[in-house]
């Protein structure tokens, strides 16, 4: 395979010192492909929030201007090689904290320009994430001839698309862009819907999660004793439901312990309500850890439980099947589909429900079936859908780079 | 004996701070923060030996805050309505002028080898440090290639890549919690 052509990433989202896991499932998606060009360059604009004061942010805005443009600017955002074997530019995009889509965009394509020489990506694709931000720079500055591609990943695009503004430069994005990736089929249908007359350029495909790289669980698990959740710990991913749902399965099961793992505004209540059930020593709140460390719980435990109301995707519940360990998770959107096919197999589905007896009722259905669950297959079935090597291949023909089949497996 | 300045107006990026500054002290490089006040880095975790900064106290000396406090005692709704609309606009001003008479004249410049911006406020303060001392090196975040091969002589070294172990407790969210999904 003849590897001569460039790819330009634009993300909004990329690890950095201050988010060191914001946006691993681009860096996981940009790895997958590194082997189809000869050069990758991303451009990561990071949002640094300043003043909400018009007046205030224009000061910002000038002064950062003044650093950063001219014939020797005082600050030049230059690119760096990633370990990935990618080359990446971090480019700190002051925006104010009002949530208007459609200035964010601006905001980022201001900070964007003067990095790019010619303010044009010098590359033969390029591929935005998330419309908005990603896409609209892609629409911005790829070349005429580029292929542009984005993909969407925003749980918050109903409410990108609800602002008048934003809408209108969506569509422009849409009309430019030669193919339309995203990650779910819900975001699929959400596109679909706004934009019709695109249908035949949308389609799903998922982020690259490296699913081959997740450490299995020493011992398989035999009984379903120590729940753990893990994100966010906000009303929205059902948390309070779960608790409730474990105060009524540890009354007549002891033994039942809960790790709540995250951060978020419920965490402080919900430790009050643990206490006033009586479950302080059986429910534990834990904060977040870093990515690497995450399996160290999931091996620890033996029922990841998520509760989520909605959900694009569901990467923990991704990284549980990865893992070996059973699964009890809502059908909230994304994990319909992740783990379609695998009900019964890599865990159980259940409705998404307001009444913690709906968990409970799922928890006894699992652990009366435990036996007849299959990680060993859960797990390879997820590698066929979004291991590297297969998200890579999906890429190509997207791209219209390479001979898809010749895509590497990973080492 | 060589050192940085860090500006941070307030904690919006106290991680990239808090290991900017760790990797620094590990190396023996001393580190000052110029800031608006110091209890929230503690409580963010900023190692004590960093030497700050504080625009604050000199903030309120400044005659236009002295005349906000006057305006206050004699009519809240005049406080509010009128001289606080103005005094936001004026802020950024006040605190240039609050920094001139702290860190500018304070420090000695000559030891200064970077200057890194940390966060969006502290961009116009740090535009203005640039502007005065042009032989410093300028950034957002710090250049580690000219500490690189100095010696690691202190035990609380800083993650330098997303994949390294973390030192202490995280704030951030774990892998699968997303502000998008992925």
């Known amino acids: ?411 | 004996m060589s050192k940085v300045l860090l500006v941070a107006i307030g904690t919006t990026r106290s991680r990239a701070v808090t290991d900017t500054a760790d990797f620094l002290l590990a190396r023996g490089v001393d580190v000052d923060l110029l800031t608006v006040e110091a209890e929230s880095w503690q409580a963010a975790g900023l190692d004590p030996r960093v030497r700050l900064h504080t625009l604050a106290a000199a903030e309120d000396k400044h005659p236009l805050a002295v005349l906000g406090r006057l305006v206050r005692r004699v009519s809240k709704t005049a406080y509010t309505k009128g001289y606080a609309k103005i005094y936001r606009l004026l802020r950024p001003y006040v605190m240039w002028r609050a920094a001139r008479t702290t860190v500018v004249r304070k420090l000695d410049w000559n030891n200064v080898d970077q200057l890194v911006i940390c966060d969006s406020h502290a961009i116009p303060i740090g535009w203005h440090l640039a502007k005065r001392h042009r032989q410093l090196t300028v950034g957002f975040e710090l250049d580690r290639a000219p500490y690189a091969a100095l010696q690691v002589t202190a035990d609380r070294e800083p993650a330098l890549t997303a994949a390294a172990p973390a030192p202490r407790p995280l704030s951030s969210t774990p892998a699968g919690i997303d502000v998008v999904d992925g």
């Open chain 1, 1 to 411: 395979m003849t590897v001569d052509k460039t790819l330009a990433v634009t993300t909004p989202w990329h690890p950095t010192l201050q988010r060191p896991f914001a946006g691993s499932f681009v860096q996981a998606t940009t790895t997958a492909v590194r082997d189809l060009f000869a050069r990758i360059d991303l451009y990561n604009t990071e949002d640094w929030t300043g003043p909400a004061d018009p007046v205030q942010a224009r000061m910002v805005r000038k002064a950062y201007a003044a650093l950063t443009t001219g014939p020797s600017p005082r600050i030049e955002l230059s690119a760096h090689r990633a370990d990935e074997g990618y080359w990446v530019t971090d480019i700190p995009t002051p925006v104010t904290p009002r949530k208007h889509y459609a200035d964010w965009a601006l905001s980022h394509e201001s900070a964007l320009r003067p990095v790019l020489s010619a303010s044009r990506f010098d590359a033969d694709v390029v591929h935005g994430h998330v419309g908005i931000y990603g896409g609209w720079l892609a629409h911005r500055f790829a070349r005429p001839t580029a292929r542009v591609v984005f993909t969407e990943h925003a749980s918050f695009l109903g409410r990108i698309l609800g602002q008048p503004r934003s809408r209108a430069m969506y569509a422009e994005v849409m009309d430019r862009a030669d193919a339309v990736l995203c990650v779910s089929e819900k975001l699929r249908n959400e596109l679909l819907g706004a934009f019709p007359g695109h249908a035949g350029k949308i389609q799903v495909v998922p982020n690259a999660v490296e699913i081959e790289a997740m450490p299995v669980r020493p011992k398989p698990v035999t009984e379903l004793r120590k729940w753990i959740y893990i994100g966010k710990v906000a009303p929205t991913k059902g948390v309070p439901e779960l608790v409730e749902a474990f105060a009524l399965a540890a009354k007549d099961e002891p033994e039942l312990r809960l790790t709540i793992l995250g951060t978020g505004p419920l965490v402080e209540p919900l430790t009050a309500r643990a206490t006033e059930l009586g479950l302080a020593d059986r429910i534990t709140f834990h904060d977040s850890v870093p990515p690497q460390r995450v399996f160290e719980f999931l091996h620890a435990h033996d029922l990841l439980v998520h509760p989520s109301k909605s959900e694009t995707f569901g990467m923990t519940v991704v990284e549980a099947v990865g893992s070996g360990m059973p699964v009890l998770v809502t059908r909230c959107g994304g994990p319909e589909e992740t783990l379609e096919g695998l009900d019964g197999v890599a865990g159980l589905l259940i409705d998404v429900s307001e009444d913690p007896q709906v968990i409970v009722d799922g928890y006894r259905r699992l652990a009366e079936g435990l036996g007849l669950l299959d990680p060993g297959r859960a797990r390879a079935e997820l590698v066929g859908r979004y291991g590297a090597a297969s998200v890579a291949r999906r890429l190509a023909e997207v791209y219209g780079v390479g001979d898809s089949t010749t895509v590497m497996e990973p080492a």
